[in-house]
C-alpha cells in the first residue's frame, strides 16, 4: 500500500441527500463501506467532516447572528456529523473514536494528539470533530492541521469532482483535469482547491494533498493502493 495513515476530509455536503434531507442514509452507507475497504487492508484512518449540510458561519449574517455564534454553530454541526459516520462506521464493525476540539465528554474525547495516534495505531477510526476548535476557521484547515499534527502520509479531500480542473468544469466544458500539479502552480495559477490558510499549511509542512470523487465506488481504495486517481499536490 502506498499510504499507511491517512487523513480524509469531507463536505458535510456530501452526506446530505438529493431533497435536501441532512442526511443520506445510502451515501452515509456507502462511505462507510470505502473506509472499512482501506481499515481492512490495515491502512490507518482518520476523518475531518465539514458541517455544511446543517450550518455555516458565513450563513449567521443571514439570520441575523453575530459571526464568530455562527462559527460555534457550524462546529456543533460537525460534531453532529461525526457522529453520523461514526454510526455509520460502527454498523458495519469497525471501531471508532470522535475526538472533539470542544470539550462534550458526553459524546466524544477531547482532542489529545497522542490519544488520536494511540487510537489510530490500535486500527480504530478517528474522526476529528469541531473543527479546531475557534471560529473563523474552516474544517479543511482543520483538515490540514491535524494531519499534519498526526503525522499523516497525505490529505485526501474527497469531492463530487474529480479532481483540480484548469477552469470549472461544471461551467467551462473545455477545462482539463491536472493528474499532478504543484503548491507553487495553484498559486499562479488561481485554482481553487482548499480555503488558502488550509492549503498554506500543507504546502509548509510539504504535506501532499488529492482532491478526488469520493462519490465513485472504489476511488479510496485505488488511491491508498497507489493508482493515480483524481489531483496530486505536492511540492513538485
Ligand atoms: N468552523 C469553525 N472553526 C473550525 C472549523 C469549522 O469556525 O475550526 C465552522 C465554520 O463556521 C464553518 C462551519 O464550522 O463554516 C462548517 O465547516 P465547513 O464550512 O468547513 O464545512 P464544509 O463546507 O466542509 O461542509
Redesign the pocket.
Known sequence: MKYQRILL??????LSGPNGDIFDSVRLMQYAEEIKRVVNEGIQVAIV?????I????E?AAVGIERVQ??????L??VINGMAIQGALEKIGLYTRLLS?IRMEQVCEPFIRRRAVRHLEKGRVVIFG?????????????ASLRAIEIEADVVLKGTRVDGVYTADPEKDRTATRYSTISFEDVYKKGLNVMDMTAFTLCKENDLPIIVFDMNKPGNLFKIVSGEEVGTLITMG
Do not use: C, V
Open positions: 476530509k469531507l463536505s458535510g455536503e456530501a467532516i465539514g458541517g455544511g449540510n450550518f455555516r458561519g458565513s449567521a455562527g462559527d460555534y454553530m457550524g462546529m454541526a460537525t476540539g469541531a473543527g479546531i476548535g475557534n471560529p473563523y476557521f474552516t474544517t479543511d484547515s482543520t
